[in-house]
Every structure is written in C-alpha cells, then in structure tokens.
C-alpha cells in the first residue's frame, strides 16, 4: 500500500522559509510524477508544484514561481518542497500526491495528511 508522509510544516513570518517534506513508501517512487498541492481555508485545492520521475522537469504556479523549489531525491522515496519568500497566502495545508497506474491501465491516487504552514506576523 501506498503511504505518503508530510513533515516540515508550521508557522513563519512573512518573507520567512521553510522546506516541507514527503517520505513515500510502497512504490516504485523514480517511476512516477509527484506533486505538491495546497488547500487553504475555504479554498478549492490547488496544484501547486509537480517534479517528474528523475527530477528533470519541474512545473509551478504561477503565484509560487520563483518562491518555491521542489525537489526529489529518489535513492530515499523522499520529495521536498522549499518554500522563500513566504506570504500570508501561502497559508494552506500542504499535502504530497501521486497517481499511480497499475498493470491493466487503472490508476489510483494517493494523498498524504498534509502538513498545515502559516504566515503570520
């Protein structure tokens, strides 16, 4: 079974760092794309970074780019997401997501808990 871990979450000023993580396990974590997404209060959620399987291709939106560097390291099923340059808007729970596609074609999502960050003076 698939389980995705986030840590690294808390409460920062604005203009502050930190850097979330994500320990995968029970898969073939270099085979597949990861994401992170974000839900803030009374908000949809939303997809805020993907890395895909070897690292090489990173995505943003738009109102992280430049802020925010996600990264993978797949020798320890771990995925990160460091986060500069922090806003009270970026106050959300973040979680770590990956769809996995099994023999046959179906696929299945799965959500870590999610890891809360807020800024905050």
């Known amino acids: 079974q698939v389980h995705l871990v986030e840590s690294g979450g808390g409460l920062v000023q604005p203009g502050g760092s930190l850097r979330l993580s994500c320990a995968a396990s029970g898969l073939s974590f270099s085979s597949y794309r990861m994401n992170w997404y974000r839900q803030a209060p009374g908000k949809e959620r939303e997809l805020v970074a993907t890395i895909s399987p070897q690292g090489g291709i990173t995505n943003y939106t738009g109102s992280v780019k430049g802020r925010f560097t996600i990264s993978r390291d797949n020798h320890q099923n771990m995925l990160y997401l460091l986060m500069d340059s922090l806003k009270p808007e970026d106050t959300a729970v973040y979680h770590c997501?990956?769809?996995?596609?099994?023999?046959?074609?179906?696929?299945?999502?799965?959500w870590g808990q999610g890891t809360r960050v807020t800024v905050s003076s």
């Open positions: 997501n990956v769809k996995v596609t099994y023999l046959g074609g179906a696929t299945e999502e799965f």
